[in-house]
């Protein structure tokens, strides 16, 4: 009889050559590279490149390929229409995903997924892929202003996804220690093994859907606040506590209630999440950086994840990637509701990466299931149904 694992934990359910985790020892790597050593080092247009295309790009590749995103950095004049017609109080994730389907209209591209072939088209997958990552960014900027009923600012060919997106959001030229974090925080967030939102769009990519459709589906899948969405509530969570002083009854009532402190803990790391710690560096170059000064969401932050190891570390839960970037997200001016969008910009690095692994060999998935409904009935015709005591 088939075995029922209640979320699919620790099935098998692919071979990926992308990323690796090791949990115990709080282990994240690209493509064999150890991602401490790619946030000090890389940038994300490069890691974009590594992931998709299993190498560290030369000189000359990635020169091309930042040329091409930032030439696509343009959205088409009515796809910003029909964004001006979306409600102002809509969540910029549901805006994101109804945007990025609608570009498979306006960028048709599925000449390539015809059948159940391999596709091994090489300037199909990159054509498709600058142009959702190139757009990503600009979309989430621009719904900032064109929710609150401004024109979008317009998009600079001369800036990196990151600076591109600070300029967009604050129409000011980027601060470049905030560029330098966002672009960290980017590489961060660009892949992490198979997640739900990852294995949606291996779903969605074994159908041969539009690699639109394909990111559409995992963006709707990362937006739920057990992925994604995280992020956004820890920033209200830490909003709720106030001040460090009032951190341990929080905890201990929280506890006492088995109710969620969010971000804590991972279902992948028995330690803290080595993204947590990038972040955390970050966070304290940033108060170093600003005279020392102790912003008291940071300064909770700092009681909360004390607290937390002395009543849960011996369960193993610990920061993950969602604690400290709300904090960062925020010192950058930027919205609560727009932290899942930005985690979604990164991320569609790992999906595309993933949807091109997934086409490469592809067999649509197609998982089976334990019934455990009535046997065969017969039909009984709504004359004869007695009343239901």
């Known amino acids: ?75 088409k004049y009515h796809i910003r229409e029909m964004m001006r017609h979306f409600p102002a109080t809509g969540h910029p994730m549901d805006m994101l995903q109804t945007a990025v389907s609608s570009l498979g209209m306006f960028y048709p591209g599925t000449e390539c997924l015809t059948d159940a072939n391999s596709c091994e088209d090489i300037d199909y997958v990159r054509n498709m892929t600058v142009n959702i990552i190139a757009q990503m960014a600009p979309l989430v900027a621009m719904w900032e202003h064109m929710r609150q009923g401004y024109d979008p600012v317009e998009p600079r060919s001369d800036l990196s996804v990151a600076e591109n997106l600070l300029y967009m959001f604050t129409g000011q030229e980027p601060d470049p220690l905030m560029a330098r974090i ?91 999440d080595p993204r947590a710690k990038i972040l955390h560096k970050l966070v304290e170059k940033l108060v170093q950086e600003r005279g020392g000064h102790l912003d008291q969401m940071f300064e909770t932050a700092l009681k909360l994840e004390e607290v937390c190891a002395d009543r849960l570390g011996h369960k193993g839960v610990y920061p993950n990637v969602d ?57 009984v015709p709504i004359s004869k149904r007695g009343a239901k005591p």
């Open 182 to 272: 966002m672009d960290v925080c980017l590489i961060l967030h660009a892949e992490h093994t198979l997640n739900a939102s990852t294995f949606a769009a291996l779903v969605a990519g074994s159908t041969l859907a539009s690699p639109y459709a394909v990111i559409s589906a995992a963006i709707g899948t990362l937006s739920g606040p057990l992925h994604g969405g995280a992020n956004q509530m820890v920033v209200g969570m830490l909003k709720e506590i106030g001040a460090p002083d009032k951190v341990e009854a929080w905890v201990d009532h929280k506890l006492a209630n088995k109710e969620v402190i969010w971000g804590m803990g991972h279902r992948e790391y028995k330690v803290k």
């Open 323 to 379: 604690f400290y970037s709300g904090i960062l997200y925020s010192e950058m001016g930027i919205p609560e509701d727009q932290f899942t969008a930005l985690f979604a910009v990164a991320r569609s690095a790992g999906w595309l990466a993933h949807w091109r692994e997934q086409i490469a060999n592809n067999r649509i998935y197609r998982p089976t299931q334990i019934y455990i409904g009535s046997e065969q009935r017969e039909y």
């Open 1 to 75: 009889m088939t075995e029922f694992l209640p979320g699919l934990e620790g099935v098998a359910a692919t071979k990926s050559a992308i990323s690796f985790i090791d949990g115990e020892k709080g282990i994240l790597s690209y493509r064999g590279y150890p991602l401490e050593t790619l946030a000090a080092n890389s940038t994300f247009e490069e890691t974009t490149l590594l992931l998709l295309e299993g190498e560290l790009p030369t000189d000359t590749s990635l020169k091309s390929f930042v040329k091409d995103l930032r030439a696509h950095y343009r959205t």
